[in-house]
């Protein structure tokens, strides 16, 4: 599994009698083992404290490792005519209270990623005038990680509408350069593609292909099963994708099941929202974890 996965090493206390008048060990929780599960927050209608709700009941620990901020925006700026990274008032609250939304997240060993996604402005990934220019969009990017201590950046090239205010239309380079100087910015922390638009088709250039600078792609497509078309590992990749509540839970258990069938490290949820979804999540973490999910509100 990719970096951020937990151990699959298995603790596990075995059932020897103490000797007389020696205090007996602790019992060990079992370590978390199958593949990494991702929770998209729409955080204009939801908190992302929700992710951190969800334990398994066999001990396990977190249901989820990765809690995504969905969405900042990349816009356009007519003036000086540059790509802008945007957060509206919900984005811009989570990363301003990131000690109350984001640090109990990472206090429990979940990473928390901040997507960026189209904003109907023309300006995308996959139409920077230059090299200079996706360079600097990536250094916006990874000051935001910086600067608000999160673990990462997830590409969503949709809603861009290239060729708004004048904009290019997609190029073969804009992508490359972009998520090149983004990995060599910070090369310990997560870069992940959902995986649509014309960025996602776009990952090699001038000898050079991106793909294994991706820590992890997923399938866009809500309930259904669709491999990426990207260059990496299955352990990288989650061809399964539910929205929670929308799903059906049969859906999301078989979705589970061949990803842990077909060896797939990646199991990716759209739309936790602040209901207790423990029946919903349960139908995948059983597959996925060999345990119900437990929900604390």
């Known amino acids: ?21 020696a205090a007996a060990a602790p019992a060990r929780a079992l370590a978390k083992q199958g593949p990494t599960s991702v929770a998209y927050v729409e955080v204009n209608n ?7 709700k969800y334990t398994l009941r066999n001990g396990g620990g977190n249901v989820f490792d990765v809690a995504v901020i969905f969405a900042a925006n990349i816009n356009y700026d ?8 945007y957060f509206n008032e ?24 901040l997507s960026v996604l189209g904003n109907h402005q023309g300006a995308g990934f996959a139409n920077f005038p230059s090299q200079q220019a996706a360079s600097a969009f990536a250094k916006q990017l990874s000051d935001t990680v910086t600067k608000y201590g999160l673990d990462g950046i997830d590409f969503d090239d949709e809603y861009a509408e290239y ?20 990995r060599a910015n910070m090369p310990s922390k997560i870069i992940s593609l959902y995986n649509i638009g014309p960025a996602a088709s776009r990952l090699s250039y001038g000898g050079v292909d991106v793909s294994a600078k991706f820590d992890y792609a997923w399938n866009p497509y809500y309930g259904s099963w669709q491999v990426p078309g990207i260059a990496l590992p299955k352990a990288k990749l989650s ?16 979705l589970a099941r061949r990803t842990v069938s077909e060896g797939y490290g990646v199991y990716l949820t759209y739309n936790l929202d602040g209901a207790d979804r423990s029946a919903d999540v349960s139908a995948f973490s059983r597959e996925l974890y060999g345990s119900d999910a437990a929900y604390t509100p």
């Open 1 to 21: 599994m990719a970096a951020l996965a937990l151990s699959v090493v298995a603790a596990l206390t075995f059932g020897a009698t103490a000797p007389t008048g």
């Open 46 to 52: 939801n908190s992302m404290l929700n992710v951190g």
């Open 78 to 85: 007519t003036g000086t005519k540059t790509a802008q990274l």
């Open 90 to 113: 919900n984005v811009q609250r989570v990363l301003d209270n990131a000690a109350t939304q984001i640090r109990p997240l990472q206090q429990k060993g979940i990473k928390v990623v």
């Open 163 to 182: 060729g708004n205010n004048g904009t290019g239309q997609p190029n073969a380079s804009s992508f490359v350069h972009l998520v090149t100087a983004l």
């Open 239 to 254: 061809p399964a994708a539910v929205e929670i509540g929308r799903t059906s839970q049969s859906v999301a258990a078989d």
